[in-house]
């Protein structure tokens, strides 16, 4: 058992703070810089005992927020170099920093891999502890967090960046309506009647909602008009750390006495005390008339972490889809790339071959040609020689990917489920425990694990409120039974088939 209060000297000690600084750049890697700033770099490793490894964090708000969002990845990356752990404690370190109590539960593998309860934040996060060192395990006195004076009243946005503009935004038409509404949003003169409020626009990765939001903000701030531009993972940060500095009152007023305000990937909105200031955001700025615009990758009705009365203020707004890209529009954006491409590299020539090619065969996302044109560059500038249709070929062939399945909703699920199984939906969502329908209600828990993204508390939610332990059985049963009930493999491949058919 590693005892934190060791001396410097001691070899065991000194090892393990070198194992634990691998941790923490393991995790680093794998989730960014930015992420593990804002939510790594106050945790510590206080204790190993027996198989158990006990970290501890500053507020309840960071406990929460990695058990929600990170613990799979934290056990993972921990095991790695303490092949002896199982289980995981976080606490709230105090500022007396007591060991933790060998009577907190702890947390294994399974428990961490299910884990999605709702993360909750307490009324005053203390977000600014003293950071660690990573590989520390010196127990020091929290300190009151040191800034300059005023800081803790500032409240900024996420960076924009200068080349997403209407500009450099390729047109087609699958993003057509979604880049005239933006455009007439953007180009509102300060204090015209505001048309549609609020904006929201919904696709999936790679194909353009970044850069038209971005586009927005930066033809908006040229027409001087007050812009705030977050991601949701800044809304909560900020509005955590206002928690935290006892300015939430001046983030509020802040964020109301703007002209616009622009937020990214709303699917990552977490927290109900921070949903609930959102909803009360967006309710004052759209009574005010002051513009909003939101970006997500699916409609207001799919986004189940939300609440309700969330995603109806969303809904009520002019809700537009960026579609898959066309061929055509790829080919569009492929020739700018590749012009910006040779502005740096001026002897890079594309055959209208190769460019037709690259535009068939990668039917993905914008980020995917993006990586098409860099290999390309690259093998073009190593040979020193025009690339050939066969280069080409080979050299994007692992950007080549089959075509995505059909996104498959959880009310689909339940309907066909019940047809098949001549039960209601109201049957599979009610409390009812008879065999005729428990058994269709497990089986559609399982469908849903299995044929979409959503964690098994969404899951739950949508199965009459029930709680993840409950899906989790029911994907554990059906697992059980489907390798060893021929007859039910089969029904279940066959429901998976009519679910994922386009």
Same mark, same amino acid.
């Given at each position: 058992?590693?005892?934190?209060?060791?001396?410097?000297?001691?070899?065991?000690?000194?090892?393990?703070?070198?194992?634990?600084?691998?941790?923490?750049?393991?995790?680093?890697?794998?989730?960014?810089?930015?992420?593990?700033?804002?939510?790594?770099?106050?945790?510590?490793?206080?204790?190993?005992?027996?198989?158990?490894?006990?970290?501890?964090?500053?507020?309840?708000?960071?406990?929460?927020?990695?058990?929600?969002?990170?613990?799979?990845?934290?056990?993972?990356?921990?095991?790695?170099?303490?092949?002896?752990?199982?289980?995981?404690?976080?606490?709230?370190?105090?500022?007396?920093?007591?060991?933790?109590?060998?009577?907190?539960?702890?947390?294994?593998?399974?428990?961490?891999?299910?884990?999605?309860?709702?993360?909750?934040?307490?009324?005053?996060?203390?977000?600014?502890?003293?950071?660690?060192?990573?590989?520390?395990?010196?127990?020091?006195?929290?300190?009151?967090?040191?800034?300059?004076?005023?800081?803790?009243?500032?409240?900024?946005?996420?960076?924009?960046?200068?080349?997403?503009?209407?500009?450099?935004?390729?047109?087609?038409?699958?993003?057509?309506?979604?880049?005239?509404?933006?455009?007439?949003?953007?180009?509102?003169?300060?204090?015209?009647?505001?048309?549609?409020?609020?904006?929201?626009?919904?696709?999936?990765?790679?194909?353009?909602?970044?850069?038209?939001?971005?586009?927005?903000?930066?033809?908006?701030?040229?027409?001087?008009?007050?812009?705030?531009?977050?991601?949701?993972?800044?809304?909560?940060?900020?509005?955590?750390?206002?928690?935290?500095?006892?300015?939430?009152?001046?983030?509020?007023?802040?964020?109301?006495?703007?002209?616009?305000?622009?937020?990214?990937?709303?699917?990552?909105?977490?927290?109900?005390?921070?949903?609930?200031?959102?909803?009360?955001?967006?309710?004052?700025?759209?009574?005010?008339?002051?513009?909003?615009?939101?970006?997500?990758?699916?409609?207001?009705?799919?986004?189940?972490?939300?609440?309700?009365?969330?995603?109806?203020?969303?809904?009520?707004?002019?809700?537009?889809?960026?579609?898959?890209?066309?061929?055509?529009?790829?080919?569009?954006?492929? @020739? %700018?790339? &590749?012009?910006?491409?040779?502005? *740096?590299?001026?002897?890079? !020539? =594309?055959?209208?071959?190769? $460019? /037709?090619?690259?535009?068939?065969?990668?039917?993905?996302?914008?980020?995917?040609?993006?990586?098409?044109?860099?290999?390309?560059?690259?093998?073009?500038?190593?040979?020193?020689?025009?690339?050939?249709?066969?280069?080409?070929?080979?050299?994007?062939?692992?950007?080549?990917?089959?075509?995505?399945?059909?996104?498959?909703?959880?009310?689909?699920?339940?309907?066909?489920?019940?047809?098949?199984?001549?039960?209601?939906?109201?049957?599979?969502?009610?409390?009812?425990?008879?065999?005729?329908?428990?058994?269709?209600?497990?089986?559609?828990?399982?469908?849903?694990?299995?044929?979409?993204?959503?964690?098994?508390?969404?899951?739950?939610?949508?199965?009459?409120?029930?709680?993840?332990?409950?899906?989790?059985?029911?994907?554990?049963?059906? @697992? %059980?039974? &489907?390798?060893?009930?021929?007859? *039910?493999?089969?029904?279940? !491949? =066959?429901?998976?088939?009519? $679910? /994922?058919?386009?």
């Amino acid at each position: 058992m590693l005892n934190p209060r060791r001396t410097e000297a001691s070899p065991q000690k000194t090892s393990a703070e070198e194992s634990w600084g691998v941790v923490c750049r393991r995790l680093k890697a794998e989730l960014g810089e930015a992420t593990y700033t804002s939510w790594f770099l106050r945790l510590e490793l206080t204790q190993l005992a027996d198989d158990v490894a006990h970290l501890s964090v500053p507020t309840k708000f960071l406990k929460m927020w990695i058990q929600t969002h990170y613990a799979p990845r934290m056990l993972a990356a921990i095991v790695a170099e303490f092949p002896a752990v199982k289980h995981l404690v976080i606490n709230v370190r105090s500022s007396t920093r007591t060991p933790p109590a060998r009577s907190a539960q702890p947390l294994d593998a399974e428990d961490l891999h299910e884990s999605g309860a709702g993360f909750v934040e307490p009324a005053h996060p203390r977000l600014n502890a003293e950071p660690h060192r990573p590989g520390s395990f010196q127990q020091k006195e929290m300190r009151a967090p040191t800034r300059p004076a005023g800081e803790a009243e500032t409240f900024g946005g996420s960076p924009l960046d200068r080349r997403l503009n209407f500009s450099t935004f390729i047109v087609g038409r699958s993003n057509q309506l979604a880049y005239a509404s933006a455009q007439d949003i953007a180009n509102a003169a300060p204090g015209e009647a505001v048309r549609f409020n609020p904006l929201y626009i919904h696709a999936s990765v790679g194909l353009g909602k970044t850069h038209l939001l971005q586009a927005i903000a930066h033809a908006a701030t040229a027409q001087r008009r007050r812009v705030i531009y977050l991601t949701a993972e800044k809304f909560m940060h900020s509005f955590a750390s206002a928690l935290e500095a006892s300015t939430a009152i001046s983030f509020k007023e802040k964020l109301r006495g703007i002209d616009m305000l622009v937020i990214d990937d709303v699917q990552f909105l977490r927290g109900k005390s921070i949903q609930q200031e959102f909803c009360h955001t967006l309710n004052a700025l759209i009574d005010a008339r002051r513009q909003i615009v939101i970006a997500a990758d699916r409609p207001p009705g799919e986004l189940e972490t939300l609440e309700e009365r969330v995603r109806s203020r969303l809904a009520g707004g002019l809700c537009v889809e960026m579609g898959a890209l066309d061929e055509p529009l790829r080919l569009k954006m492929l @020739e %700018a790339r &590749v012009a910006a491409a040779k502005l *740096l590299h001026p002897q890079f !020539e =594309l055959s209208s071959a190769i $460019l /037709t090619y690259v535009a068939s065969v990668i039917q993905t996302n914008g980020r995917d040609l993006d990586g098409a044109v860099n290999r390309l560059v690259a093998h073009s500038s190593l040979n020193r020689a025009a690339l050939s249709l066969e280069a080409a070929e080979a050299a994007i062939q692992d950007l080549v990917r089959p075509r995505e399945p059909k996104r498959v909703k959880i009310e689909d699920i339940q309907k066909l489920v019940a047809s098949h199984y001549n039960v209601t939906k109201a049957d599979i969502l009610s409390a009812r425990r008879t065999a005729n329908v428990v058994r269709p209600r497990q089986i559609a828990m399982f469908l849903a694990k299995t044929l979409t993204p959503r964690s098994l508390p969404e899951i739950g939610r949508r199965f009459g409120g029930r709680d993840h332990t409950t899906v989790l059985h029911a994907v554990r049963k059906i @697992e %059980a039974l &489907v390798g060893s009930d021929g007859r *039910l493999s089969e029904e279940i !491949e =066959l429901l998976k088939r009519m $679910l /994922t058919e386009n």
